[in-house]
């Protein structure tokens, strides 16, 4: 009996051993939280084509039309799940400066959202690959009866784009990391399915449109809040950070833990023994 007696003092005195540790362990898991919170910060930020084009500072026209043809919230929701990623040229607020008057205006709204498609390539192009590019090139405009293409060529130090209407080079890379490429243009692209001669029948354009590319803007009409999500992320991340150091902790606290009670078993084995 005097030893079953020292056997259970001995299992508790490893039992507040093993309670105190737990208490001094979580005490400590809250210490470094704070330092690691801060941590997430460097985490990427979403891709953002409005904000590329507002560090631009000379695109409004084309960030108008990309909201009022909801193609700029298409291209945030296809950045976020693209294998081959999007290149776009963006003309300038001079490139639309310089068309004839009336000419954005003489569009139908299904025109004006091909006219911003056909500067969206559906794949990402850094500027040297545009060196090895077979012509003609699919835009986003393209159907699959090669309408819209573009004609590239380029050499290290150029890079030139051709509609069949106009011609016009890159100026300037405004962004360049897949899935993304943005490279500044002089003159607006105008495709020849739009501003081509046209026969005399007229109006050919809407016949040739593909009619799923139409709808596409729509369908996405609320991708801004989801491409929002990433922002979330960011500080799901930072919990996850506050987490992680209390549950190292707790880990800790439960190996200290089994060791007490391998202590306790120990004790009462050799109380027994006694
Ligand atoms: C993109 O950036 C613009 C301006 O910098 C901002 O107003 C907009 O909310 C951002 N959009 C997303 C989806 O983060
Ligand atoms: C680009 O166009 C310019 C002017 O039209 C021409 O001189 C130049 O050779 C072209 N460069 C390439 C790589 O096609
Ligand atoms: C592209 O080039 C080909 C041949 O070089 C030509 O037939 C075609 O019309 C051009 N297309 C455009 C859009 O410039
Ligand atoms: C987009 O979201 C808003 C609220 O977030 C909702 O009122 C609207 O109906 C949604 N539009 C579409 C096309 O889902």
New binding site residues.
Partial sequence: MASFSSSSRCFLAAMATLIGLMMIMSCQAKTPTSPAAVAPGPIAAPLNLTGILEKGGQYTTLMRLLKETQVGEQIQSQLKNSYDGLTIFAPTDNAFNNLKPGTLNSLTPQEQVSLVLYHVLPRYYSLSTFETTSNPVRTQASGNNGVYSLNITSTSSQVNVSTGVDDTQISNKLYSDFPLAVYSVDSVLLPYDIFGAKPPAAAPAPSLLPPKKKKKP?AN??VT?SAKAPATTSSDAADDSTTTPSAAAAAASIRLGSSALVAAALCFFISLAN
């Fill in positions: 729509a009409a609320n809040s």
